[in-house]
C-alpha cells in the first residue's frame, strides 16, 4: 500500500502547486494577501487537529521559530509562481530534496556514495536543460528564483527531520511548525492595512477565490496525511523515488485546466515542442532523484 499512498501524496501537492499557480495569475499576486487568505481555513483545521493529535514537545519553542521560516519560504513560492511556469518551479523541489540529501551527510551521519553523485549531477543537469531549452524563462532569473526558493526550505526540512530523529512525535512536529507558519500567515498581514484590505476585497469579489484556497488548504492536510501513511509502511527510499512523479502530474493537471477552465488558468507553456522537452527533461531529474535515494 505504501506505493499508493506516495502517488496520493505526489499527486496533492502536484495539485496544491497547479491552484496556487491559478491564484497567483488569475486573483491575486501579493504573496502575504494569498497566505493571509489561506490562513482562514488552515487555522481552523488546525484547531481541530489540537484536539486529536499528540502534541507534547520539549521542542516547541525550537518548532515555531522554524515554522515561522518556512512561512518566508511559502512567500516567496508564490512570488516564483508569478515568474515562471508552474512545472518549472517544481525543479525547486528536486533541488532540495538534493540539498537536503546533503544536509542528511554533512549533519546526520548519512551515507553518501558515488550512485548519489552520480544523482546529483543529473538532477542539476535536467534543471538546468529544462530552462536552458525554454526560450521564454529568462535563465539566470529562473536559476536564481528557483534555486533561492529551495535553499529557504532547507532550515524547515532540516529542523522537521532533527526533530523526530531527537524522539518528538511527528504529530507533534508538524502540527508546531504548520501552526507556527499559519499564525504568521493570519497576523503578520494585520501590521499592513492594504495587504489586508487587497486580501478582504478578493474574498468579497470572487467567491471562487475562497473555494480554491479552501482546496488547496484540504489538499494540504491530505498530502501531508497520505505522505505520513506512505513513509509509515514503506522504505524511506522508495517512498523518495514514488514521490518524485510529483512534476508529470503538475504538468498533466496544468493541460486538464486549461481544457476545463480557459479563463482561469496556471502560468504553464502547453506547446508540443515545450511538452516535450519538460518531459525529457522530468524524465533526467527523475532519474537523478531516484538515485539519490538508493543509498
Not at 85 to 95: G, M, P, Q
Not at 245 to 259: E, H, R
Not at 272 to 280: A, G, P
Request: charged share 10%; hydrophobic share 60%; net charge positive.
Amino acid at each position: 500500500m505504501w506505493f499508493l499512498f506516495a502517488v496520493l501524496a505526489a499527486f496533492c501537492w502536484a495539485l496544491i502547486n497547479v491552484l496556487d499557480s491559478i491564484l497567483v495569475h488569475n486573483y491575486e499576486k501579493r504573496p502575504m494577501a494569498l497566505m493571509w487568505s489561506q490562513s482562514m481555513w488552515s487555522l481552523p483545521i488546525l484547531l481541530i487537529l489540537s484536539q486529536l493529535l499528540p502534541l507534547e514537545s520539549t521542542w516547541i519553542p525550537v518548532l515555531l521559530l522554524f515554522g515561522v521560516i518556512g512561512y518566508v519560504g511559502d512567500v516567496w513560492f508564490f512570488h516564483v509562481l508569478e515568474h515562471v511556469d508552474v512545472s518549472v518551479s517544481n525543479l525547486a523541489w528536486a533541488l532540495l530534496s538534493l540539498f537536503l540529501a546533503f544536509a542528511g551527510f554533512l549533519l546526520f551521519g548519512e551515507s553518501w556514495t558515488m550512485l548519489q553523485t552520480v544523482g546529483a549531477l543529473l538532477t542539476v543537469l535536467g534543471t538546468l536543460l529544462l530552462i536552458l531549452f525554454h526560450q521564454h524563462i529568462n535563465l539566470k532569473h529562473a536559476v536564481f528564483l528557483i534555486l533561492s526558493l529551495s535553499l529557504l526550505y532547507v532550515p524547515f526540512y532540516v529542523m522537521k527531520k532533527a526533530a523526530v530523529d531527537g524522539g518528538q512525535h511527528p504529530a507533534a512536529v508538524f502540527f508546531w511548525l504548520v501552526l507556527a507558519r499559519e499564525i504568521t500567515s493570519f497576523s503578520l498581514p494585520l501590521l499592513f492595512p492594504s495587504v489586508r484590505r487587497t486580501a478582504i476585497k478578493a474574498i468579497r469579489a470572487n467567491w471562487s477565490f475562497s473555494a480554491i484556497n479552501a482546496c488547496v488548504i484540504v489538499t494540504f492536510f491530505a498530502a501531508e496525511y497520505f505522505g505520513t501513511l506512505a513513509y509509515a509502511s514503506g522504505d524511506l527510499s522508495l517512498v523518495a523515488i514514488a514521490n518524485n512523479v510529483q512534476p508529470f502530474f503538475v504538468l498533466a493537471l496544468a493541460g486538464l485546466f486549461n481544457w476545463l477552465m480557459p479563463r482561469r488558468v496556471p502560468k504553464e507553456l502547453l506547446s508540443r515542442q515545450s511538452v516535450w522537452i519538460k518531459l525529457c527533461t522530468f524524465f533526467v531529474v527523475f532519474l537523478g532523484l531516484a538515485l539519490l535515494a538508493l543509498h
